[in-house]
């Protein structure tokens, strides 16, 4: 649903996926996600300004960014101390503070952070009290921000605002790290999708548009460009597919949950990285119309590098991915299990995930090669992906491009003897 709904409008799903992410935190206590999961769940949008569980479906927010911290959460300063009553299945707090980042500010509910006598803890606060009244925050102002304009993003003072613990007292970062396990993923998912959306117009521009006699798509050297971005499209598209999966069987599989605390970061950083390329290439294919303010391609140009800012920035990402191999050696095992099944008929990706796992065994120790890590992480996955479930057409471009060294710098550089007819004609929109 968020692969095809980022087509569409990106800015509903900013709501659309914190909501979907906050039953990681919420399961962390029992009581509080059997209590408003049902709410969660539940199909349908209650725009009425009341208390949350007087609602047909509730949306859920976040706030945690505060300006001296960024994405050190340690540094929280927003304080919480007891209210001495209680609500629902959790006793009641009074958080004071500002946050620097409040998107969703209309939230019905939303987690934040605050610090308490025992460090930063988890809570979770109703946009509206019982009785009808807003909750005490503040907001500041409304974020300029360059895209994604039709989210709200907010900047928040509390002052006393209602809310309940959620998870153990100081161990808050680690509760609602989960949450943002589950946004990474969306975003990931989400940057596929705006490039699924940047490719097709592309390939409506360029099938639509004669140039010289013939269409624009047919001459060779726009062939490759669009074959080139329909490859780097489907990839992104199966990784996020694969590591959606992941999350239907954590619970149940070690090699799931495993395979989703290394690969999910990395699917992230990667997905967010090549999205603001690709609408760029996208857009240059049609020409000056592209950079006109009301075409859809300046949109998705505006769009395209949020994803890789919210829920940590490329850095951020990336010492994730060597935190998992610190602390659970045996997530690389899962990956390279995960890698090798695309194996069995080419030995020439099996010398390319050997070197990976060389790679992943020594990256606590070589910290500074993470970033180029986790790019060979992600496409030698991608590449066991392609081989497994799409035509060997689009495989072998792969392959050939991103792993055996036969690609520029640009989009449109694969090398000769691909089959870009058959490419092509698999992206495109069927009439």
């Known amino acids: 649903l968020s692969y095809l709904w980022n087509q569409g409008e990106n800015g509903i799903c900013c709501p659309m996926g914190m909501t979907f992410a906050s039953v990681g935190a919420l399961r962390h206590d029992p009581a509080l996600a059997a209590e408003w999961e049902p709410l969660i769940m539940r199909a349908g949008y209650d725009s009425r300004p009341i208390h949350a569980r007087d609602k047909s479906a509730i949306t859920v927010g976040m706030a945690m960014t505060e300006k001296q911290g960024g994405s050190d959460l340690r540094k929280t300063q927003s304080t919480a101390r007891p209210a001495g009553s209680r609500t629902g299945s959790g006793a009641d707090y009074l958080i004071t503070g500002h946050k620097w980042f409040f998107s969703v500010p209309m939230s019905d509910v939303f987690l934040t952070l605050a610090q308490t006598?025992?460090?930063?803890?988890?809570?979770?606060?109703?946009?509206?009290?019982?009785?009808?009244?807003?909750?005490?925050?503040?907001?500041?102002?409304?974020?300029?921000?360059?895209?994604?304009?039709?989210?709200?993003?907010?900047?928040?003072?509390f002052k006393d605002l209602h809310a309940v613990m959620v998870g153990p007292e100081g161990r808050g970062i680690r509760t609602i790290i989960e949450m943002a396990h589950y946004t990474r993923l969306d975003f990931a998912v989400g940057s596929s999708g705006l490039m699924r959306q940047a490719l097709v117009q592309a390939l409506h521009h360029t099938s639509s548009r004669t140039s010289f006699g013939e269409r624009i798509i047919d001459q060779p050297v726009m062939a490759n460009v669009a074959a080139d971005l329909a490859v780097e499209s489907e990839a992104q598209m199966w990784l996020g597919m694969r590591l959606a999966c992941t999350l239907d069987h954590q619970d149940t599989s070690e090699h799931e949950r495993l395979l989703s605390r290394i690969a999910t970061p990395m699917a992230k950083y990667w997905s967010c990285k090549q999205a603001p390329m690709f609408v760029v290439e996208a857009l240059e294919c049609h020409g000056g119309n592209g950079f006109i303010e009301d075409h859809l391609m300046a949109r998705l140009y505006r769009e395209a590098p949020l994803n890789g800012i919210w829920e940590g920035t490329g850095n951020i990402i990336c010492l994730d991915v060597v935190r998992a191999v610190q602390r659970e050696p045996a997530t690389v095992d899962a990956v390279m299990e995960e890698i090798r099944q695309g194996l069995s008929d080419d030995p020439g990706l099996a010398v390319h995930a050997d070197d990976l796992e060389k790679r992943l065994r020594r990256l606590p120790d070589n910290q500074g090669e993470a970033r180029h890590t986790v790019e060979v992480m992600a496409h030698t996955l991608q590449a066991s992906l392609l081989r497994r479930y799409a035509p060997a057409a689009v495989s072998d471009a792969f392959l050939a491009s991103r792993l055996n060294g036969h690609w520029g710098r640009a989009f449109g550089t694969l090398p000769g003897g691909m089959d870009t007819r058959a490419i092509i004609e698999r992206a495109r929109v069927q009439a």
């Open 117 to 157: 006598e025992n460090g930063v803890s988890c809570f979770l606060a109703p946009g509206w009290l019982p009785d009808g009244s807003r909750n005490n925050l503040r907001i500041q102002r409304l974020k300029e921000k360059c895209g994604n304009r039709s989210n709200a993003s907010s900047e928040v003072e």
